[in-house]
């Protein structure tokens, strides 16, 4: 089925979401949910579906170039490939909807466009979810408890802070958090899971943008 005829309500819900990430924790099995936003598909649409003068005025790299907070710098072909290869071995994809969207972002730059994207590279993800199930499952007691129950680390340039944050809001479900590894741009990815690979865990959690997609 191609993606623009996949119906909304066929996306998995955060429960679901978390009772696949908790399943394969139970079982010790790889699992790599990433999502496809607006910014992931500028990224992912370089060469073929938007031309670098086109990509350079879009409002995700101005703001980019302003705050410095994108963790990126486009145009840049072999983050292209290996945010595809990333979608290609990831169990659970999480995608914009085709109605009533919450991403606040112009609309060419949302789910037609991940449709034009996955249709022209063929990508075919085993399961979908919607693109904002991370902050949704928050809300979810589940989801502290398997915080709670696995070893786990976070990278992002946030990571220290969010696990201070956290340590003293949840003291009845401590979160069982081993490591932070900071994170701010794409040219970290090799030094990044060179750390990786110094801790033991269960989980990781990751909050770079669209490197997640790589890293993850």
Request: proline letters at 4%.
């Amino acid at each position: 089925m191609s993606l623009k005829d996949f119906p909304d309500r066929k996306l998995l819900s955060e429960l679901e979401v978390l009772r696949q990430i908790h399943k394969a924790l139970r079982l010790k099995k790889p699992f790599s949910l990433v999502r496809i936003g607006d910014g992931e598909n500028i990224a992912l649409s370089q060469g073929k579906f938007l031309s670098n003068e086109e990509i350079e005025k879009t409002y995700w790299v101005r703001q980019g170039k302003r705050t410095k907070g994108k963790g990126v710098t486009l145009p840049s072909l072999p983050l292209r490939d290996q945010m595809l290869d990333g979608i290609r071995k990831a169990n659970l994809v999480g995608i914009c909807r085709a109605q009533n969207d919450e991403v606040a972002a112009p609309s060419k730059f949302k789910r037609s466009l991940t449709n034009k994207i996955f249709d022209y590279y063929k990508l075919k993800p085993a399961n979908l979810c919607y693109v904002f199930c991370n902050r949704k499952m928050v809300s979810y007691r589940y989801f502290w408890k398997i915080l709670h129950q696995h070893r786990t680390l976070l990278i992002s340039k946030w990571a220290d802070q969010y696990t201070q944050l956290i340590r003293k809001n949840y003291l009845s479900l401590p979160p069982n958090i081993i490591g932070c590894i900071n994170f701010n741009h794409y040219e970290q990815i090799p030094a990044t899971l060179k750390k990786v690979g110094e801790y033991r865990f269960d989980l990781v959690l990751i909050s770079a943008g669209v490197n997640a997609v790589i890293l993850a």
